[in-house]
């Protein structure tokens, strides 16, 4: 199994380095009440909220993404097709309606590409 390189401008080994970042960690440290750059409990709340709101704000992000994405996708494949059949349906609709007889074949010949094109995507 590999295992990662340590970052050698980080001090201490590297299982400890990340118990370093924890929001959790930072008062349990053995002594850091006395060290100068402690950070106090609402400071080390502010930074474990920040973390919080930010994995929340990046998962909304990529979800919003790839939902965009995904739609587009969809779109490019099937909306030449719906595209078609919506034509041939209003043109089916239009030409009963105006009784346009010389064109009756438009709207069916329309519907029947839109369909097969449909089909054939799938």
Known sequence: MIQPTPNPSQEGSWPNASERCSP?????????????DS???SRSFGRYLWTILKALGQSLWMNVRLGVQS????WLLTLPACVLMLFGWYDGWNN????????????PGISWLGMMLFIAES
Do not use: H, I
């Open 24 to 36: 959790q960690s930072e008062g349990q440290r053995a002594g850091s009440e006395n060290r100068p």
């Open 39 to 41: 950070v106090s409990p």
């Open 71 to 74: 739609v587009f996708n969809t």
């Open 96 to 107: 009963s309606f105006n009784k346009g007889y010389e064109q009756f074949l438009v709207a």
